[in-house]
Every structure is written in structure tokens, then in C-alpha cells.
């Protein structure tokens, strides 16, 4: 087996959804668009983060949910600031604990990528029920204020 690639459906969207995540997420490009005879996209097949996915415009009728969402990983609150606020602008909807859905409905997690490591809080679990608790009640993720947390600040 080569690779396992998430597919994603669309109802219309899908060559606009693909643009717009390759222009917020590093290391993201479009790599090519199949169209029907009378021109529409079909499929996309586009790269985030180095990674391959495809999506394709088949309708209506299977709405995305939060049971499959995609998890950002990102190096600090500036990067993290940045693609979330993207995400908003471009109609998407926060939910909680970094969570957010974008104007298409699908799902996003916007996270540190040391997040194992700061929710487990190097194994005291005294800081890991505090990073919980501030996890808890944040829309999105403030690194600064769970890493407080973690040190009882």
C-alpha cells in the first residue's frame, strides 16, 4: 500500500475549500483539479502541510460532522493566532477547546504541537487537572495561559 489518503465531500465547494486551506496552512499547494465535460470540478487534489488530500464535488446529502475532524499542529500562539483567525474570517464557526468548524462544515482542531505533552503536564497530576480545567474553558487555545496552568500560575 502506497498511502491513505482522506478524501473529502463536498456539496459544490470543493476547488474553493482546497484554495483556501493551501493559502492558511503552510507547506499546502493545489496539485490539480479534474473537471467534467462541461468544465465543473470534479476532484481536487491538493497537499497541507506536506500531506496529500483530495476532494470532490458530489452533492448534497452527507453533511460533515465533528466525528472526523482535522488536527493543525502549530509551533506557537502567533502560527496558531494566525490560522484561526483565517479560518474565522473566511466564515468558519468556533466551538471549544480549539475546536472550530470552517464555512464548508468541516471540523478543525487548532493545536500546540506539544499538545500530548502539555495536556499530560510531564506526568504531575496536579498540572495535567489544571491544564485540563483552562482547556475547558477556552474557545481557542491560548498556549501561554495553559502552560500557566501547567506551573499553577
Not at 71 to 92: S, T
Not at 99 to 124: I, K, R
Amino acid at each position: 500500500m502506497r498511502q491513505i489518503v482522506p478524501f473529502i465531500w463536498y456539496d459544490g465547494q470543493a476547488e474553493e475549500a482546497a484554495t483556501f486551506y493551501t493559502s492558511v496552512i503552510p507547506d499546502s499547494s493545489v496539485q490539480n483539479v479534474q473537471r467534467l465535460p462541461d468544465g465543473t470540478t470534479m476532484v481536487v487534489e491538493f497537499v497541507l502541510g506536506g500531506k496529500p488530500y483530495r476532494a470532490m464535488n458530489a452533492g448534497p446529502g452527507h453533511p460533515h460532522s465533528d466525528a472526523i475532524s482535522f488536527q493543525i499542529d502549530v509551533d506557537d500562539q502567533d502560527e496558531l493566532d494566525r490560522i484561526w483567525d483565517a479560518f474565522l474570517d473566511a466564515g468558519g464557526t468556533p466551538s471549544m477547546c480549539g475546536w472550530l468548524t470552517d464555512a464548508w462544515g468541516v471540523s478543525w482542531q487548532v493545536t500546540p504541537a506539544n499538545w500530548g505533552e502539555l495536556m499530560s503536564a510531564g506526568g504531575d497530576p496536579e498540572g495535567r487537572a489544571r491544564a485540563f480545567d483552562a482547556m475547558m474553558r477556552m474557545v481557542k487555545l491560548d498556549i501561554p495561559t495553559l502552560e500557566a496552568a501547567i506551573r499553577g500560575e
